[in-house]
């Protein structure tokens, strides 16, 4: 079981000194970091609705000291009870992993020789994405990404990682989703890592002359056919993660790697949105 923190805990002191500058606009949507510890424990409670885990599980150590990425959907007039943050994504730099004593994958997976062999890179840890069902269309998904995006260009970040998830805890399952991953979008010898002993599941490896790549794709969880799409490698091994009901994989894409029609649409210096963004914060 992974050490927990209650909401009560994260006080504001502890908030993101992150300015809450407005990083992209799409209509009545706007994406930015979390301003304070409301909006934080506002996109706490979505998760425990979302993922259906109780506090002592889905809120920790990481929650009090990263940035909070957002997605807000202005038409909506938020109160006490009726919340407008639509879609959260959970940023963990190399600075804010120091606070707490590492980063979240840590736990299950090995990735310290990772970040060994790549000491002169700026790592930044995705991680808990979490969109409300009725706004799970492509405005929302643009948005997040164009936060991250953003986000990553003002932080200089070299490579993106974090655990991606299918459902369940039987890998057999997922046998031929993992094997196309494994023949196909195998992260390289700097990136991949081994699943932690108290973690590592196991899943029968199929040869590629057994999978058939249209329908491995098609079955794959809809965030690492996200990732997949831009670029992103994944690591050969498993983690079975009990509190969440999910197998994971470890999910590496440096910055350098993603793919070019993608920076073309959102921007090599994060453009698509920003103009709208800009005259937002000056209005």
Partial sequence: MRSVEQPSQISSSKVSNAQANCLGLLGELETRLAQNENEILQVLQMREAIFDTPAAINVDRFDAVCDHLLVVDNSIFPTEKNSN??????????DHAALVGGFYSADEFNIGPMLKKNANLNFLEFGRSCVLPNHRG???MELLWAGSWAYIKQHNIDVLFGCASFSGVDPQVHNEALSFLHHYAAADRNYDVEAMPSYKGNFKLLSKAEIDP??????LPPMIKGYLRIGAKFSTQIAIDKDF??????????????????INYYGANTQRYAQSAKSYSQS
Wanted: glycine fraction near 2%.
């Fill in 85 to 94: 943050i639509v879609g959260t994504y959970r940023l963990v730099r190399a």
């Fill in 138 to 140: 492509k405005r929302t």
């Fill in 214 to 219: 249209k329908r491995s794709i098609r079955n």
């Fill in 245 to 262: 009901n999910t197998i994971d994989v470890l999910t590496v894409l440096p910055v350098k790697n993603i793919e070019k029609r993608y």
